[in-house]
């Protein structure tokens, strides 16, 4: 398997535009997680889903975030309007349910730049 | 609840000498435990995991960390440290039957030549 695939890897787009970031999760894993990672706050959890039900979005900054997984081999997260606070590296992560073996995978990241 | 207090947020020691970063976590339930690296502009990368088969676990480049339920500690240990250790080191813990992952604020380990 190619791993936790995401894109774009970096996307810089102006303050009020939209903006999607994409994550395809390794076949067969039942949980993916969206996080943001920023100087200030560190890595936060944004969302994640089981068997493409979203189960805990309560990381989720405000309504301009929205994130949606219509199968279980892509995610999408969105941002409209985006502002500039919102620059951060987004990774997505998949993984098997708890248990032996069960850590999380993650992408390579998508460097988002809101000027 | 669950929670992961990663103790020093900088660590740095020079090239060839041990390398100590510190964890400790609070669990309801049989964790699991997890070291994440990360190199500058890269993703997470695994460096080992604990899931209840031995208390001293081994990982990538050389890595070690002990599992320590009496202490609630995951330290992880390196006898030698090398210029490409030098990287952000995240403690992870995930609760069985509860499936977030938590993180820790990370601890950015610098290696001196």
């Known amino acids: 398997d190619a791993g936790v695939i995401q894109s774009p890897r970096h996307e810089v787009t102006e303050m009020g535009q939209e903006v999607t970031l994409r994550c395809k999760p390794i076949s067969g894993h039942d949980y993916l997680f969206w996080y943001r990672q920023t100087m200030m706050r560190g890595l936060e959890l944004l969302i994640y889903f089981n068997n493409n039900v979203p189960i805990d979005d309560s990381g989720m900054p405000e309504d301009r975030f929205s994130a949606k997984m219509p199968n279980a081999s892509f995610s999408t997260l969105k941002i409209q309007p985006s502002e500039p606070r919102d620059s951060a590296v987004y990774f997505c992560a998949s993984s098997l349910r708890s248990g032996m073996n069960t850590e999380a995978f993650f992408g390579q990241g998508t460097r988002l730049t809101v000027v | 609840a669950q929670s992961v207090t990663q103790l020093d947020s900088h660590v740095s020691v020079s090239e060839g000498t041990p390398v100590l970063l510190r964890c400790n976590y609070s669990?309801?339930?049989?964790?699991?435990l997890f070291w994440y690296v990360q190199h500058p502009n890269k993703g997470l990368q695994l460096l080992l995991k604990?899931?209840?088969?031995?208390?001293l676990v081994k990982g990538i480049n050389g890595f070690e960390a002990e599992f320590k339920k009496s202490e609630t500690s995951f330290h992880l240990t390196k006898p030698s440290a090398h210029m490409s250790d030098a990287a952000e080191y995240f403690c992870v813990v995930r609760e069985y039957n509860f499936n977030k992952f938590y993180f820790g604020s990370g601890t950015k380990l610098n290696v001196k030549p």
């Open positions: 604990y899931t209840s088969a031995a208390t």
């Open positions: 669990s309801s339930y049989s964790p699991s």
